[in-house]
T-cell receptor
Framework: DAGVIQSPRHEVTEMGQEVTLRCKPISGHNSLFWYRQTMMRGLELLIYFNNNVPIDDSGMPEDRFSAKMPNASFSTLKIQPSEPRDSAVYFC?????????FGEGSWLTVV | GENVEQHPSTLSVQEGDSAVIKCTYSDSASNYFPWYKQELGKRPQLIIDIRSNVGEKKDQRIAVTLNKTAKHFSLHITETQPEDSAVYFCAASSRGGTSYGKLTFGQGTILTVHP
């Protein structure tokens, strides 16, 4: 299996622009997680899905952030409008059972 | 919700020495405790995990211990090598009910192994 696939790997955007991050989980995995990593706050869980249904979005920082999972093989995390403080690495991860596997991450810089 | 505290935040050892990283958790319902290693610019990768029905688990130079009563668990790396240098994260989750394996991570430990 190719593992969890994320795109884009790197993105630099201007403040106010919309950002869409994409994730393809490992085939057969039924849980999908979006994490954000920064030096200040470490690894934060933003939202997670089980069987394509959002279970807990309490980590989503504000209404500018939204996530969808239209089917078992695809999820998006959208930031609109983006702000410089959104600059971070965004990891998508998936699991079937306890073990969670991370994607390579999307490195976002908002200038 | 679950809260995981990890110590120390940085750890520097000489090659060949042992390294120990400790974590505590708050939710007594947590029953799964993985450890992840993250090299610079890379994704976190699982290196070892332990479930609450086991007190200790070993995999070559790595071992993890769990004390359910005290709600703490530790990572032990023996005979450290420079390639062990990375950030290590502990995590805790409870499976069952509506938790679906949600992991809460500790703050991370930067381990540096000097040749």
């Amino acid at each position: 299996d190719a593992g969890v696939i994320q795109s884009p790997r790197h993105e630099v955007t201007e403040m106010g622009q919309e950002v869409t991050l994409r994730c393809k989980p490992i085939s057969g995995h039924n849980s999908l997680f979006w994490y954000r990593q920064t030096m200040m706050r470490g690894l934060e869980l933003l939202i997670y899905f089980n069987n394509n249904v959002p279970i807990d979005d309490s980590g989503m920082p504000e209404d500018r952030f939204s996530a969808k999972m239209p089917n078992a093989s695809f999820s998006t995390l959208k930031i609109q409008p983006s702000e410089p403080r959104d600059s971070a690495v965004y990891f998508c991860a998936s699991s079937f059972g306890n073990t969670i596997y991370f994607g390579e991450g999307s490195w976002l810089t908002v200038v | 919700g679950e809260n995981v505290e990890q110590h120390p935040s940085t750890l520097s050892v000489q090659e060949g020495d042992s390294a120990v990283i400790k974590c505590t958790y708050s939710d007594s319902a947590s029953n799964y405790f993985p450890w992840y290693k993250q090299e610079l610019g890379k994704r976190p990768q699982l290196i070892i995990d332990i479930r609450s029905n086991v007190g200790e688990k070993k995999d070559q130079r790595i071992a993890v211990t769990l004390n359910k009563t005290a709600k703490h668990f530790s990572l032990h790396i023996t005979e450290t090598q420079p390639e062990d240098s990375a950030v290590y994260f502990c995590a805790a989750s409870s499976r069952g009910g509506t938790s679906y394996g949600k992991l809460t991570f500790g703050q991370g430990t930067i381990l540096t192994v000097h040749p």
